[in-house]
């Protein structure tokens, strides 16, 4: 009997996903995640949007070039990548680096305006990294990594948002890029701050 109702729940949300309807939407996120696990994720978001807060108080944003854009959210999950957790390539970006949410968060853009390991800040967001690129990411529009679906639709959802090019970047992005940039010495005090 739980194995059909197992199978009914699945197909249901199976049949929503190719009928249009995001079973996101409707509390689905296609892992059962623990309580615990969701409030740390809600607390990790809280903390990052802190830290964008702290981070835009402290710099003088109008120094550098700033462009609009439609940003919406991505996670590395099917619903986003066509990826699940079983795929080789789950979780790791058009530039090899693995999918990461931190003061340096990966995001994905169009390679023509943005190129790979180009930094842009995102103003209720924080440091976006180019790592990625998207078949939907084309022009102005870029795509933020969270950790969960309802990460996506709690703290972003779609924006058009005016960000800044802090640098631009040379169409590459390593691991230990994004660490250094994750690590250095500076970004530790918007850290403690939180």
């Known amino acids: 009997m739980t194995i059909l109702l197992l199978v009914a729940v699945y197909s249901s949300f199976s049949l929503l996903h190719l009928s249009g309807v995001i079973a996101e939407k409707i509390g689905y996120s296609g892992t059962l995640r623990s309580s615990h696990t969701k409030i740390n994720n809600h607390n990790n978001e809280i903390r990052f949007k802190q830290i964008a807060r702290n981070i835009e108080n402290e710099t003088n944003l109008r120094e550098y070039p700033s462009f609009s854009v439609t940003a919406t959210g991505y996670t590395a999950g099917v619903e986003s990548t066509g990826k699940r957790p079983t ?103 918007f850290r403690q701050q939180n």
Not at 124 to 132: E, F, I, L, R
Not at 148 to 157: A, I, K, L, N
């Open 87 to 189: 795929d080789k390539s789950y979780g790791i970006t058009y530039s090899g680096v693995k999918v990461k949410r931190d003061i340096y968060s990966t995001i994905a853009a169009d390679l023509k305006i943005f190129p790979l390991g180009t930094i842009l800040f995102i103003p209720g967001y924080g440091y976006g990294v180019v790592s990625d690129k998207g078949s939907a990411i084309k022009g102005h529009h870029i795509d933020l990594y969270y950790n969960t679906v309802s990460d996506v639709y709690e703290h972003w959802g779609k924006k058009t948002a005016l960000v800044y090019l802090i640098k631009k970047g040379n169409g590459t992005l390593s691991e230990s890029d994004l660490k250094i940039l994750n690590e250095h010495q500076s970004m530790q005090v």
